[in-house]
Nanobody, 117 residues
């Protein structure tokens, strides 16, 4: 069964750091563009960051640019999101997303990140 499983969420103080992982099973992410989305309570899901299949290009939402870093290890079939200088407004459920032209995209079930003192 195809799965994307996020991990690494939790409670962190403002200004702190957290690293998320997304491990894929039953398919290889090496040919997929990978993204992280997030959804805060009462808000729509928004794109946070994207990385191309080779990792040669990344894009970030303005709200996280300079603080978050997306990366991938195709050999480990895993994508990462390093989050630094976290703010309370970063509190959300973070989702992993895999997209390939002509293929059904995949979503993970999400991991909760709470930024609070």
């Amino acid at each position: 069964q195809v799965q994307l499983v996020e991990s690494g969420g939790g409670l962190v103080q403002p200004g702190g750091s957290l690293g998320l992982s997304c491990a894929a099973s039953e398919f290889f992410i090496s040919s997929y563009a990978m993204s992280w989305y997030r959804q805060a309570p009462g808000k729509e899901r928004e794109l946070v960051a994207t990385i191309t299949s080779t990792g040669g290009s990344t894009n970030y939402a303005d709200s996280v640019n300079g603080r978050f870093t997306i990366s991938r290890d195709n050999a480990k079939n895993t994508v990462y999101l390093q989050m630094n200088s976290l703010k309370p407004e970063d509190t959300a459920v973070y989702y992993c997303y895999a997209k390939k032209f002509g293929k059904t995209p995949y979503w993970g079930k999400g991991t909760l990140v709470t930024v609070s003192s």
